[in-house]
């Protein structure tokens, strides 16, 4: 059974980092592509970034710059290092994956399977 956790989200003052950490089980996920996307109250949920199988990666525009995804495949762990945080990058942040390749890489209803998300919460 597929099983995504996500940690590191908190309370961080804008212009602070966090590292957000997604730890799979139940397959193995260098055959996945996985990335996160977030949640604002009122909002709908967006990508912000994705690491597909053959590794390629896709920011949103908002985070360019500012936000690096990675994949360590020896632990079966994606991370998202999110520094220069703005107060509008607030949102419960989720990890999601998908078996293969995806073609809308930041569209959230391609991927099949999703952690509970941890919130991250920016203050100005």
């Known amino acids: 059974q597929v099983q995504l956790v996500e940690s590191g989200g908190g309370l961080v003052q804008a212009g602070g980092s966090l590292r957000l950490s997604c730890a799979a089980s139940?397959?193995?996920?260098?055959?996945?592509?996985m990335g996160w996307f977030r949640q604002a109250p009122g909002k709908e949920r967006e990508g912000v970034a994705v690491?597909?199988?053959?590794?390629?990666?896709t920011y949103t525009d908002s985070v360019k710059g500012r936000f690096t995804i990675s994949k360590d495949n020896a632990k079966n762990t994606l991370y998202l290092q999110m520094n220069s945080l703005k107060p509008e990058d607030t949102a419960l942040y989720y990890c999601?994956?998908?078996?293969?390749?995806?073609?809308?890489?930041?569209?959230?209803?391609?991927?099949?399977?999703w952690g509970q998300g941890t919130q991250v919460t920016v203050y100005s």
């Open positions: 690491k597909d199988k053959y590794g390629s990666t």
């Open positions: 139940g397959y193995t996920n260098r055959y996945y592509s």
């Open positions: 999601a994956a998908r078996y293969g390749g995806v073609w809308r890489a930041l569209e959230p209803g391609d991927y099949n399977y």
